[in-house]
């Protein structure tokens, strides 16, 4: 492992990868959740035989083939990347986080593309329902690749499955069904796909409610938003309820990102949820200033959601820092110590193995065993640095969450006037719906920035740090290449937006 690094190159490479799966991320919730809805205005077609159905559905299929597009381009870049700025990454975890991607490039991507080309080009030249199916097939094989991807990064927030070959330096597969069924990488999924599809109806009800404003396409218009809003409402509900379980889970697996994104410095019993406030700049790890300007706080809710119990014990950052004796919390300070005696006795192992000398190698790697959980501390410089970005993760869990919360209240309004009839009368709704989309997008954005950065300074939770997983690489290629990529999916992010604008400009076509 590498112990000599530059934290400049590191910090460029991770700007390329954020900026890169930022931008892969703008296509797949849209990819993820209007695949389902495409396939439910088709079998609405389908069972009422109303040509209407087949010419919105046709319609919504144009804009999701776009989105698929370039959403593909760029994950293939974002795969990339892993052998190319990541390669000590891929060297120690390549066994276990390559076998999801490669079962989802066999098995999910081939399902998605085989029957992507009879959903597109097959209306005329399949039966009707052979070609729903295909449609499904389409959607099914799009979030069974989430399913692939989702596990592999839940992987890296909760390492299971899986032990540490001190010959190779290696993390190895040792049980794939617990890597797979891992609490933290089915809630991952669940989450994910609930809150895409909030994001694909949200995109539906924007684009149609332009068309109310226009007067233009009423009736498609208004059966989409109808569907659509119900498909909104229960992806909100179920995006609450996973929600939940992913902070539950954050605060037993990794507590330091809870403690983060609530803005937690000193551990509580009885902690308060803050449902708003700001935070003080000036606050440090380890001072006496108060971590708020002002906060509204939800009594005991923390607690409760992270523990279920309203008076139980929150660890804050302090603790997990410096560590808590009275609640038996040990801090990073002495997980670091801890983590060079296993440093310290790996490469000892390593000598007497070289050397040939097995008893001196039998003894080292027993007492590297006994210290090998905190083998990634040993690589911080300072407990500090075990701190991911404070006012980041708790900016972007709130604003993820009040615009969770507004979501279904939009859906629940559009849906009432929906079935009244009279949704093409409340233009202040029509209004209200166009930036809808826009905001789904920051929600969507805003939650990979807690999952990703919330899980800083780690690689793989506490076993691999960031600057301990790049490539040997000079600066200067990294921003070289940072700078191609932005240049890259900008123009790649322009030419989907110019392109659906045409689309939505010219209309469902007539049928």
Known sequence: MMENFDPTMVNWARAQFALTAMYHWIFVPLTLGLSWLIAFYESIYLKTGNEEWKRLTKFWMKLFGINFAIGVATGIILEFEFGTNWSNYSWMVGDIFGAPLAIEGIFAFFLEATFFAVMFFGWEKV???????????????????????LVANGWMQNPVGMAFNPDTARFEMQNIMEVILSPVAVTKFTHTTSSSFVLAALFVISIASLFLLQKRHIVMAKRSIVVAAVFGLLGSILTGLTGDSSA???????????????????????AGLIAVGKLNPQKKVGDSQEAFEFEVRIPGALSFLTNRKFGSYVPGINDLVYGNEQENIMGAAEKIEKGKIAIRYLDAYKIAKKEGDELQ??????????FEQYLGYGYLQKPEDAVPPVALSFYSFHVMVILGLLF?????????FGMKGTLEKQSWLQVLGLPMVFLAFVASQAGWVVAEVGRQPWAIQDLLPVSMATSNLSTETVQLTFYLFAALFTILLLAEITIMAKQIKIGPEEI
């Open 127 to 149: 039966s009707k329902r052979f070609h729903l199916f295909s449609t499904y097939m389409v959607a099914f094989g799009s979030n069974l690749s989430a399913v692939w991807i």
């Open 248 to 270: 539950y889970e954050n605060g037993f697996y990794q507590p330091m990102k809870l403690a983060a994104y609530e803005g937690l410095y000193d551990g509580e019993h009885g």
């Open 361 to 370: 190698a039998t003894a080292t790697l027993s007492i590297f065993k006994e």
């Open 408 to 416: 279904p209240l939009v859906c629940i309004a559009f849906l009432y």
